[in-house]
């Protein structure tokens, strides 16, 4: 299984990014899919984490009410809206699925927010 990552880079506070990423098989046959980030110094937090059979995403404290998660059959692809960005939003975000008690982890796209 593969997750390809995309869609970070450098936007100003207050500004709005989209992540994507797609998986290699149909994300339909994973149990979970979200993102985490790991921001320099500190351990990898979840972000988001999206049940595919309940079709419901549950999100770290931080950014609830901010970010979103959601999902593209057609394109197999699932993505991260975040919008109001913050200077604490700075860090490597990870795709992510689960699949049979076995976690697969994207490459990584690095988003920085300046302030």
């Known amino acids: 299984v593969q997750l390809q990552a995309s869609g970070g880079g450098l936007v100003q506070a207050g500004g709005s990014l989209r992540l994507s990423c797609a998986p290699s098989?149909?994300?339909?046959?994973?149990?979970?899919m979200g993102w985490y980030r790991q921001a320099p110094g500190k351990q990898r937090e979840v972000v988001a984490l999206?049940?595919?059979?309940?079709?419901?995403?549950d999100y770290g404290d931080s950014v609830k009410g901010r970010f979103t998660f959601s999902t593209d059959g057609a394109k197999n692809t699932v993505y991260l809206k975040m919008n109001r960005l913050k200077p604490e939003d700075t860090a490597v975000y990870y795709c992510?699925?689960?699949?049979?008690?076995?976690?697969?982890w994207g490459q990584g796209t690095e988003v920085t927010v300046s302030s």
């Open positions: 992510y699925a689960q699949q049979s008690s076995r976690d697969y």
């Open positions: 098989e149909s994300f339909y046959n994973f149990n979970d």
């Open positions: 999206f049940s595919i059979d309940r079709g419901t995403a």
